[in-house]
C-alpha cells in the first residue's frame, strides 16, 4: 500500500525555517516564519497566560474529555470577543484545533452542506487555504486584491471579480491583518463588499487570525461584526495563536451564524465534524483564553501587554519606512508603514529575495512578504541598505 505514495511537496515556509537554522552566519535575520517576536528574538509567554496557568495548576482536579464542542464558556468568552452581544441565539460555534483546524472544519461543513458551492480566495491568500481546499477537491476561484504598482487594494479589481459570485458561494475574507500583503480594506470599502457579497446571496468565510495585531482589539473586529449583521449566514474561523501568544496549544474556534430554528441542526453537524476529524479539541489553551476573558484583571493585563505587541510593530513598520525612504532615497516603500498586522509584500523580485539570502543572511518567503515582528531597532536599518542594495 504504502509504495503508492509520491513525495509531497515542501512547504516553502518550512523550508525557509530550516534554510535559517541550518545557516552558520551570526548575522542572520529570520523574516520569514510567522510568528512575533520580541527585540531580543523571543516569542515571550503573555503576562496574563502565566499567571491564569499558575491558577489553572492549583485548581485543575481533571484531565477528562471536554466536549465535541470544547467547553461551553470558552465558546462563548470567544464569541462575546469576536462578535460582540446579541449573537447567542444564532452562533453555533466549536473548539478547534487552532485557526488552521477552524479552517478545515468550515470547507468541511461547506462540502457537506453544499458540495458544489465554490470557495473565492484573495489573489494572493496565506498558502493553506488553496491547500486545504485542493486536497478535499472542492472547487475554488480567485478574486483580485493586491495591486503590484502600489501596494495597496486593488479595490477596483476585487468588486469587479466578487461581481461574478454566485448565489451560495463562498467568500474567504480577510478579517484584518491580511496576509501576506498587510494591505486592508477601509471600512467603508468593507459597506460596498458587504452590499455586494449580500446582493448576490454569497456566504462570508471570515479569517480571523491576528485580531489585536492591526488597529486595536475592538477595531480589528469591526469588519467581521459588519458582516455578522448583514448576512444570514456567516462562517467565522479564528485563532488564539497570535493575540493569546500560545501557538503550540492549538486553540481556535469556528463559528457558524445561522437563524436561530437552524442553530441546534448547525451545531449537531459541526459536533460531527469534530468527532470525525479529532474527537475532542484540545482544552488547555481554551482554558487558558477563558479565564483571561472571564477575569477582569486578567483581561485588563491581557489586553494591555496585547496594545503593547501591536504598537511595537507599528513603531517597527515605520521606523522601516523611514529607513527604506533614507536608503533608497524615495518614497517606493512608504507602504510599509500604512499597512497592518504582522506581513508587508515587499514587491521584491524571486531572484532580488534570494540575493538577500545568499548574500546578506536575510530570510524572507520567495514573494517578498516580511514578517515585520522579526525585526528590531538594531536590524531595520540593515535591512533596509540591503533592500537597497538589490532593489537598485
Known sequence: MLETLNPQPQDKILALIAMFRDDPRDGKIDLGVGVYKDATGLTPVMRAVKAAEKQLWEAEKTKTYTGLAGEPAYNAAMVGMILGAGYADR?????????????????????MSAPGAMVWLSNPTWPNHPSIIKYLGMPMAEYRYFDAATRGVDFAGLLEDLGRVKAGDAVLLHGCCHNPTGANLTLAQWEQVVDLLAAKGAVPFVDLAYQGFGDGLEQDAAATRLIAGKFPEVLIAASCSKNFGIYRERTGILIALTSPERKAVVQGNLNFLNRQNYSFPPDHGARLVTMILEDDALRADWKAELEEVRLNMLSLRQELAAELRKATNSDRFDFVATHRGMFSRLGLT?????????????????????????????????????IASVAG
Open 350 to 386: 524571486e531572484a532580488q529575495v534570494n540575493t538577500l539570502r545568499e548574500t546578506h543572511g536575510i530570510y524572507m518567503v520567495g514573494d517578498s512578504r516580511i514578517n515585520i515582528a522579526g525585526l528590531n531597532a538594531k536590524t531595520v536599518p540593515i535591512l533596509a541598505a540591503a
Open 91 to 111: 452562533a453555533a460555534s466549536v473548539a478547534t484545533p487552532g485557526g488552521t483546524g477552524a479552517i478545515r472544519q468550515a470547507l468541511e461543513l461547506i462540502k
